[in-house]
């Protein structure tokens, strides 16, 4: 499931958000919509924060419009750190976690966090904002 895979395309994050939200169906069929909604938003949001990131694997980017293009996207100047994996893809499971908890890890995601805070907190307003009005009334 790294970068280059069907993964990380648009086509397999309605296919996952769909399932998702049909699976959610099964329980309220009135959040099917909504669920779709923000599982396909979610998904759209990683593979542009991906994009925005180094890709240091050929080939080089993410298949964005797969299976439509089988084009790797990229950004020519990536803005974000890139993340640190196990050194191979062959990597123990304790590997990978451990991998996880490096330092570049950590830094990339304060960088992340300084520059998408900002998005989130304001995106986050209304939400807070339709919360506190239900209470009141």
Do not use: C
């Not at 099964?26 to 599982?39: M, Q, S, V």
């Not at 996207?73 to 123990?92: E, M, N, Q, R, Y």
């Amino acid at each position: 499931l790294y970068h280059q895979g069907p993964a990380h395309s648009l086509g397999f994050g309605l296919l996952a958000s769909l399932a998702g939200a049909g699976a959610w169906a099964l329980a309220d069929r009135r959040a099917f919509a909504p669920i779709l909604a923000l599982g396909f938003l979610a998904w759209t949001s990683h593979l542009l924060l991906d994009m925005l990131g180094p890709d240091g694997r050929p080939p080089y980017g993410i298949p964005f419009f797969w299976p439509i293009a089988d084009l790797h996207v990229k950004a020519s100047v990536p803005i974000f750190l890139g993340v640190h994996h196990a050194d191979s893809t062959g990597a123990s499971t304790a590997e990978w976690l451990l991998s996880l908890l490096h330092l570049r890890n950590l830094a990339a995601l304060a960088l992340e966090a300084l520059v998408l805070g900002p998005f989130v907190r304001r995106a986050a307003r209304p939400a807070r904002a339709v919360r506190r009005a239900g209470r009141v009334a």
